[in-house]
């Protein structure tokens, strides 16, 4: 059924998707998450080799625990038992067909705004795998890059430091601090402003609330 909020959705989704496709990424929207994962499955064929990165959102939308039902290979950082395993997972993962993930804000004219720690995330969605397909709720909407920076730091942040068990300002205030403390998570910055490969990055909007 209808409502306002769903309209208003969908008509800022088709906004996105259209300014999406100016920066050469393809758009689409899913109404809930049971459709955009469904959505996601269909785009990867079976045999693909699929890797993904720190994200609640595809946890959330149920696409982890899909996946291990298809038959994909699995790239999983999380398998690694040491530093050696972990850095040739990585290895591995630039090379898939593959990479999932959130995006942390996405601007209304088709900006992605995402902040990172190690920089593994943002460095896949900028080169290496084949294919990146990324899902956001709509509430990682925002009007412009300046506030979707914001956004970041001020309402992505700080509860990611809490999960990690990070010792930052943020953690303790809620509040970004602009620190430089040893285990800050706010250490590459990155704005997607145009895809140089045409098609590689698919952006599935989810008209639910997703992730932080």
Request: hydrophobic share 35%; charged share 20%.
């Amino acid at each position: 059924m209808s409502t306002p909020k769903t309209t208003f959705y969908e008509n800022q989704a088709a906004t996105i998707i259209k300014n999406l496709a100016k920066r050469n990424m393809e758009g689409h929207y899913c109404p809930d998450a049971a459709s955009a994962v469904q959505l996601a499955l269909s785009l990867m064929p079976e045999g693909s080799v699929i890797s993904w990165g720190g994200s609640m959102t595809l946890g959330e939308i149920g696409l982890m625990d899909a996946l291990k039902e298809h038959p994909y290979t699995l790239i999983d950082r999380a398998t690694a038992q040491t530093p050696e395993e972990r850095r040739e997972i990585y290895a591995r993962t630039v090379m898939a067909d593959y990479y999932l993930m959130s995006t942390n804000a996405i601007t209304l004219d088709g900006q992605l705004v995402n902040i990172d720690g190690t920089g593994n995330r943002v460095a896949c969605l900028i080169h290496g795998p084949s294919h990146v397909l990324i899902l956001a709720g709509m509430n990682k909407v925002c009007p412009d890059v300046e506030s979707a920076i914001k956004r970041v730091k001020n309402c992505a942040t700080p509860p990611n430091t809490v999960r990690l068990n990070c010792k930052t300002p943020c953690a303790i205030t809620g509040i970004c601090g602009d620190c430089l403390s040893p285990e800050t998570i706010c250490c590459q910055e990155v704005i997607t402003r145009y895809s140089k490969v045409p098609g590689r990055i698919t952006v599935i909007l989810i008209g639910e609330t997703y992730g932080y």
